[in-house]
């Protein structure tokens, strides 16, 4: 297949892109608005001429953020947009740069040639940059058009995502021969792209921009506070992060198990997906717990055995109240979600056995024995009883994760030094 045949099949694809975009506005109203923008069609007014960053979703928004500050600071004079995919990930860019008026936001236009081309003579940007593996051809192309560098930052490719690419081999080598930068996070990944047609020079290995993450000390001391007012410094405390269907059951099934023998400890319950909210509340009520929602501002109480994090950008936070962490997206085939913003902040970290997204970040903790696996609601319970009723063992667990963060910290700086190469 080549990008004529793919723009071809795109096109005839639209029916069941609108499908799904009214499937999904069905669950996730937020879907239903700003649609036109999704086709490149009523964009906000732009500052032109800066750097473009795409980010996906929310996991990708937050990774970027870091690197989105550094731009900032180092490029005070050029504008930033941020584009994103998802309603969620809109959320979250709108407001981790609420303040800072430099930064602009948008949906990505499908990956229509003519949806690219208006997008980038709209935004008019010196450089695209890519966060992780987000590969659209005609955005590409009509950026090698515009002579507009493209970087694909903290980039990952599986054996079964190459070998995916590989069978769309016209497609795939002309568009990764096109880009200008590939940072990508291990030698394995970076021989993939090679292989599948990426100009050698081109390609980097940087390791992950995700251990560059840095916790303002201002957050931990706001958990601590939070927790006073809570009068939850005595009580354990545990977190069950970005769960997805099918776990939150387990989570609570083990929630009722570590109650038997710490009949005091709540549980931070935070569903992935803000469609879900509701329903994770409705089922944690139904099991039989005392639960608040996050978003309403009630308080934590001495009955309160379980509360919801129904809020967006806030995650950290949560982390932060807590002593240690599960982190979900990993007890069902999903492929895990980021171990390190729990190592980060100096937590234990637990998951489950599906971590096909950070198989390079998961070995590094075990290796380290940073990282606790468990694959049901019996291994989750006796693992969070265990670092409950083991202070030290839990302090030994979570200085191992902060060990590896610093350990492998620098990808951030390797990564803004070649996109300053290629802005100059």
């Known amino acids: 297949m080549n990008r004529t045949l793919y723009s071809i099949l795109f096109h005839l694809g639209l029916p069941l892109i609108a499908l799904r975009l009214w499937l999904r506005a069905r669950k996730a109203p937020a879907y239903a608005q700003r649609v036109g923008e999704r086709f490149a069609l009523g ?60 930064v602009q936001h948008c949906y990505l236009p499908y990956d229509f040639p003519w949806a690219a081309a208006r997008f980038l003579d709209h935004v008019q940007p010196k450089i695209g940059v890519i966060m992780e593996t987000e590969l659209w051809p005609n955005h590409i192309h009509q950026c090698a058009k515009r002579g507009i560098a493209t970087v694909l930052a903290n980039a990952r490719l599986s054996e079964r995502s190459a070998r995916g690419y590989g069978r769309f081999a016209g497609l795939t080598r002309p568009m990764l021969a096109e880009m200008s930068l590939i940072a990508v996070q291990t030698e394995t990944e970076a021989q993939r792209f090679r292989d599948l047609g990426a100009r050698p020079e081109c390609v980097t290995v940087t390791g992950s921009i995700k251990f560059d993450l840095t916790i303002d000390p201002q957050l931990l001391a706001s958990a601590i506070e939070q927790r006073k007012q809570w009068q939850t410094l005595a009580r354990p405390v545990w977190i069950a992060a970005s769960t997805h269907a099918g776990e939150d059951e387990v989570v609570l099934a083990a929630h009722r198990a570590v109650m038997e023998s710490h009949p005091d400890a709540l549980l931070i319950l935070v569903p992935r997906h803000p469609e879900r909210f509701s329903s994770v509340f409705e089922l944690s009520q139904q099991q039989g717990f005392m639960s608040v929602r996050r978003s309403t501002g009630e308080s934590v109480t001495h009955g309160t055995s379980v509360l919801v994090g129904d809020t967006m950008g806030e995650l950290l936070f949560l982390y932060a109240l807590a002593d240690l962490a599960f982190v979900g997206g990993s007890l069902v085939p999903n492929g895990g979600h980021n171990l390190l913003e729990p190592a980060a902040l100096g937590k234990p970290v637990l998951s489950g056995p599906h971590l096909f997204n950070f198989l390079e970040i998961a070995a590094m903790l075990r290796n380290a024995r940073a990282l606790e696996e468990v694959s049901d609601s019996a291994e989750l319970a006796a693992a969070v009883r265990r670092l409950i009723d083991q202070p030290e063992r839990a302090k030994e667990i979570a200085d191992a994760g902060l060990a590896v963060m610093k350990a492998n910290q620098g990808a951030l700086q390797k990564l803004l030094d070649g996109i300053a190469r290629l802005l100059h």
């Open 43 to 102: 964009l906000p007014a732009m500052q032109r001429g800066g750097i473009w960053v795409h980010a996906v979703s929310v996991g990708e928004s937050i990774a970027a953020a870091p690197m989105i500050r550094a731009l900032l600071a180092r490029y005070p004079q050029l504008p930033i947009t941020v584009t994103c995919m998802t309603p969620t990930g809109s959320e979250r860019i709108q407001s981790l740069f609420a303040n800072e008026p430099r």
